[in-house]
Each structure stands twice: as C-alpha cells, then as structure tokens.
C-alpha cells in the first residue's frame, strides 16, 4: 500500500525558515518523480515544485523559485523542501505527492496528509 | 499563462442526479493532459481522471471525462452520498504547468 507522510510543519516568522519531510512507503520510490502541493486556507490547490527520480531535476513555480529546495534521499525514501525566506503568502497546507506513472511529472495518484505551515509574526 | 476557469461554482444537487462540470482553458490544452481532483474537507485530494477522460485505479465508473483542445467535462452520472466534493480540474500540458482550476463545489440540494 502506496503511503506518503508529510511531516515538519509549524508556525514560523516572516522571513524564516522551514523544513518539510515527506517518508514514503508502499512503491518503488527512486522511480518516481515526486512533488509538493500546497493549499492556503479556505484556497485552491498550487503547485509548487517537482524533483525527477534521481533527484537530479528540479522543478518550481515562479512564486517560489530561489527561496524554496526540494531534494529527495532515495536510501531513506525520503522527499523534503527546505523553505527559506517565508512570507505570509506561504500559509498553507502542504501536501507531498507522487506522479502517476514513472516517467511522467503530472499528474499525482497518492497523496500525503497536508503540513500546515502558518508564517506570522 | 493558461487560465483554467471552472463552472459552475457552486452546484446544489440531490444523490442519485447527475452532474455535469466544466473546465474551460483560456488556451489549448496539448495532448488533451487534463486531469480531475476530488477533495473533500479536511482530505488531501484524490484523482479521478488523467488524460481528459482517464478514470485512475479503483474509481468507479460513474465518473467520466471528456473533451479536449479547451473545453473538458467531468461527469458523474449518478451522485452517491460520499460523491458531495469539491472537484478540481489540473493542466499539464501547457506552460506554466500543473495548473489547478478553482474548483467546483457540488453540494446537497
């Protein structure tokens, strides 16, 4: 059984910064590209990045190029986003998810529960 | 950009109707790569149709897509009790990709 848990949210400052963890079990994980999706409240849902397989290719929206990284470790089935320079518009609910076919980046069969993260001083 | 723009908003039906929703982009759609969510409160999404008309692993068949270029619709022929959701159209085959719609609520009438 497919299993992803999202892990490392909390209330954070303006400015600083985050670390999210996402453990997966149930598949092949180093086949996949995986990916972050977060929903600010009572909002819809946006991507907001994508890394390949290997970890070697990384994908963000403009809205959080340059602040966010994702990275993965494929020894620990491990997916993760180093948040930084956080504003108040990245209040949401983040959901860690896999693609549906290997190869593929969109769109995603399984996801994890969401990690708040609230940024407010 | 490419706009997804859902319809209607909101849609207030009675189990056992049918439901017709609609996304529309505000260019075409390559490929037809049109994928729909089901959310329902406090749940992360679920898929419910890849490739414009797709159904994923373990949906029923009360659920079906069509259409292609700009014009996509989900259908659900007959609403089950758990079927009242918010339902999210997503593009992935223009850029930017992975761009969600902003969903339409169907709820109990």
């Known amino acids: 059984e497919v299993q992803l848990l999202g892990s490392g949210g909390g209330l954070v400052q303006p400015g600083g910064s985050l670390r999210l963890s996402c453990a997966a079990s149930g598949f092949t994980f180093s086949n996949y590209v995986m990916t972050w999706v977060r929903q600010a409240p009572g909002k819809g849902l946006e991507w907001v990045s994508s890394?390949?397989?290997?970890?070697?290719?990384?994908y963000y929206a403009d809205s959080v190029k340059g602040r966010f990284t994702i990275s993965r470790d494929n020894s620990k089935n491990t997916l993760y986003m180093q948040m930084n320079s956080l504003r108040a518009e990245d209040t949401a609910v983040y959901y860690c998810?896999?693609?549906?076919?290997?190869?593929?980046?969109?769109?995603?069969?399984?996801w994890g529960r969401g990690t708040l993260v609230t940024v407010s001083s | 950009e490419i706009v997804l723009t859902q319809s209607p908003g909101t849609l207030s039906l009675s189990p056992g109707e049918r439901a017709t929703l609609s996304c529309r982009a505000s260019?075409?759609?390559?490929?037809?790569?049109l994928a729909w969510y089901q959310q329902k409160p406090g749940q992360a999404p679920r898929l419910l149709i890849y490739?414009?008309?797709s159904r994923a692993t373990g949906i029923p068949d009360r659920f079906s897509g069509s259409g292609s270029g700009t014009d996509f619709t989900l259908t659900i022929s007959r609403l089950e009790p758990e079927d009242f959701a918010v339902y999210y159209c997503?593009?992935?085959?223009?850029?930017?990709?992975?761009?969600f719609g902003l969903g339409t609520k169907v709820e109990i009438k």
């Open positions: 490739g414009a008309s």
């Open positions: 260019q075409s759609i390559s490929s037809s790569y």
């Open positions: 890394i390949s397989g290997s970890g070697g290719t990384t």
């Open positions: 998810a896999k693609v549906v076919g290997v190869g593929e980046l969109f769109p995603f069969d399984y």
């Open positions: 997503q593009q992935y085959g223009s850029s930017p990709p992975g761009t």
